[in-house]
């Protein structure tokens, strides 16, 4: 996005792959399907230290920006999938990743593939890269250098702490970094519990006392997944709990007063059964007095039932790592950035953008759309 969009103001870059094809992660990213922005971005919707940031880039690109840039440049309409996600009609990553190749080559920006850069050190005429390509050493200079490598998440794709040791050799704040939108593992005396249940998908409330996404969860053999926890993974820390509402659209109470005055003859796990498979329900007898009939239950089993259904605690042992995540949370300080163009403060002429930078999106486009942003407030200054 940076190149073609300093192509469009009539600028020369030049992109330096590590891989054999560009745009490797947008190429996966919604199942091959990607969801290039979401329609309800706003900074809420972003982790940092300081998401305020984002106020004065949004500023400058925004998401009907987006969308106008992939229907003009690749005549690509936007479906909407769920909350807010917008995909391509065709449903094809490709597609997104083909305008930035054509309009690379038509703006005349130059990309090396297979190019691996090694570092880059601030020298008096600017910036000294070090690359490496087709099994030979390089040196290049250049006045400017934006670093949108990526974070940690997906090594396989090609994924660099590069933008990370840079800014520690320069000095600049990083912040700790961890994996992000990644699913989260149980060890010790639950994980049977857990695993028994693997393949299970319930829709849920999950939340702590920072925030709460609706969505649904998925049970595995070594712990949780499914959206839900995803997004949730990305304000958790080691060794806290978080709660999950089973049944979020019900309250418990009032489907025990609808049994009790409809004579209470069905059992706790027979209205259950109502809103939960059946492997679900017996292994929730592990907590509850599944075989109670209702008429029977009494107010501190009643309460019991409702408490675990609406308030499960989840204590997880760690999250699946960099090679599971979707993203990289922290990385290279705000405070390190100009907002308007996201150079460095201290080493003019540098940039960083993406995941590199501590901005952080939520699953379902929002990544996308502050990479776009990212890499169009940073064109407009080189």
């Known amino acids: 996005m940076c190149a073609v969009q300093a192509g469009l103001l009539g600028k ?3 992109v330096l792959e590590r891989n054999d094809k560009p745009g490797a992660k947008i190429l996966i990213s ?23 940031f984002l ?22 309409k936007g479906v909407e999938k769920t909350l807010g996600q917008l995909f391509p009609a065709t449903n094809k990553a490709k597609d997104i990743v083909s305008v930035f190749t054509k309009l690379m080559y038509e703006t ?15 020298v008096t005429e600017g910036y000294r890269i070090i690359i490496a390509r087709a099994g030979k050493e390089e040196v290049l200079t250049s006045k400017k250098v934006v670093f949108a490598s990526g974070g940690l998440p997906v090594a396989k794709l090609g994924a660099s702490d590069l933008a990370l040791k840079t800014a520690y050799k320069l000095g600049l704040e990083v912040v700790q970094t961890a994996p992000a939108l990644v699913p989260l593992t149980i060890t010790g005396k639950d994980a049977d519990w857990y ?42 820390r080691a060794g806290e709990v978080f709660k999950i509402d089973l049944l979020p659209k019900f309250r418990l109470d009032n489907l025990i007063r609808q049994e009790r005055n409809a004579g209470g003859k069905r059992t706790i796990g027979q209205m259950l059964n109502d809103y939960f498979t059946k492997k ?16 029977s239950l009494s107010k501190a089993d009643a ?36 907002p308007k163009t996201l150079e460095s403060k201290k080493y003019p002429g540098l940039y960083f953008g993406g995941e590199a930078v501590d901005i952080t999106g939520w699953l379902g486009g929002y990544n996308f759309q502050w990479a776009w942003a990212a890499g169009y407030v940073i064109a407009q200054d080189l």
Not at 33 to 47: A, D, G, K, M, P
Not at 283 to 289: C, V, Y
Not at 305 to 325: E, L, Q
């Open 108 to 122: 005349g920006q130059d990309i090396w593939l297979d190019t691996l850069v090694k570092s880059v050190e601030s």
């Open 303 to 338: 309460a019991l039932v409702s408490d675990t259904i609406h308030h499960f605690k989840v204590k997880p042992a760690g999250d699946k790592g960099y090679d599971k995540a979707e993203v990289m949370r922290g990385g290279v300080s705000t405070a390190e950035l100009h």
């Open 55 to 76: 106020h004065t880039v949004f500023a400058q690109w925004t998401v009907e920006d987006t969308i106008a840039f992939f229907e003009n440049f690749g005549h690509i």
């Open 195 to 236: 695993a028994s249940l693997s393949g299970n998908s319930v829709f849920a409330r999950v939340y702590n006392d920072k925030i709460s996404f609706e969505e649904n969860i998925l049970f595995t053999h070594w712990g949780l997944s499914g959206p839900a926890i995803l997004q949730i993974s990305s304000y958790w």
């Open 12 to 14: 020369k870059t030049l």
């Open 30 to 52: 919604g199942g091959g399907r990607c969801n290039y922005t979401n329609l309800h971005t706003s900074i809420e919707n972003f982790v940092s230290e300081n998401p305020s």
């Open 280 to 295: 679900m329900v017996d292994a929730l007898g592990k907590f509850l007095p599944i075989t109670i009939k209702i008429a």
